[in-house]
T-cell receptor, first 110, second 116 residues
Framework: RKEVEQDPGPFNVPEGATVAFNCTYSNSASQSFFWYRQDCRKEPKLLMSVYSSGNEDGRFTAQLNRASQYISLLIRDSKLSDSATYLC???????????FGKGTMLLVSP | NAGVMQNPRHLVRRRGQEARLRCSPMKGHSHVYWYRQLPEEGLKFMVY????????ESGMPKERFSAEFPKEGPSILRIQQVVRGDSAAYFC??????????????FGQGTRLTVV
């Protein structure tokens, strides 16, 4: 089983739609969780950290379920500019490096 | 405050040549991480370095690949005798302290290596 698994998509949604991505991780020792965004042929950039209690940043909501070892990202009121690949990222306790999922591609159309 | 700088942005090498990829971390950052992204794949950790030290090279292929981060100058990822399978985007990230990747990793724009 891969350390971090995501549905590759693509998810095709119209502007204004709500879309959700899930991600599962295999290592129960994982301690830190993030969603990164990567535009085509660009570097990944941090979208948001994921906290145990769940957290929201504008139209974006992230949740963590440690018991089931999955993380989710909800995007409300999708914009054309949200089109990108969303990377689920985890970090194990005591390790200074990040483990990336392959990403889920989102395409928002007019 | 310039971000993480990588050069070259694009590099073309013939099979058997050497590739040298450079990464200058953000000002004040002394920890550098190299990742590789193959086409249609996720980012894979390669190596983590501090100034003059390799901390974790568990993701580095055993042969042909090496990395350094000298006291002065950028970090260098060196690939000897390149093969077509080395074609990928190589990203560098930096942090101020060990463990800062737990908060945010700042990535450079990457070097796209094409082996022909």
């Amino acid at each position: 089983r891969k350390e971090v698994e995501q549905d590759p998509g693509p998810f095709n949604v119209p502007e204004g739609a709500t879309v959700a991505f899930n991600c599962t991780y295999s290592n129960s020792a994982s301690q830190s969780f993030f969603w990164y965004r990567q535009d085509c042929r660009k570097e990944p950039k941090l979208l948001m950290s994921v906290y145990s209690s769940g957290n929201e940043d504008g139209r974006f909501t992230a949740q963590l379920n440690r018991a089931s070892q999955y993380i989710s990202l909800l995007i409300r009121d999708s914009k054309l500019s949200d089109s990108a690949t969303y990377l689920c990222v985890v970090n194990r306790s005591g390790y200074s490096t990040l483990t990336f999922g392959k990403g889920t591609m989102l395409l928002v159309s007019p | 405050n310039a971000g993480v700088m990588q050069n070259p942005r694009h590099l073309v090498r013939r099979r058997g040549q050497e590739a040298r990829l450079r990464c200058s971390p953000m000002k004040g950052h002394s920890h550098v991480y190299w990742y590789r992204q193959l086409p249609e794949e996720g980012l894979k950790f390669m190596v983590y370095l501090q100034k003059e030290n390799i901390i974790d090279e568990s993701g580095m292929p055993k042969e042909r690949f090496s990395a350094e981060f000298p006291k002065e100058g950028p970090s260098i990822l060196r690939i000897q005798q390149v093969v077509r399978g080395d074609s990928a985007a190589y990203f560098c990230a930096s942090s101020r302290n060990q463990g800062d990747m737990n908060t945010e990793a700042f990535f450079g724009q990457g070097t796209r290596l094409t082996v022909v």
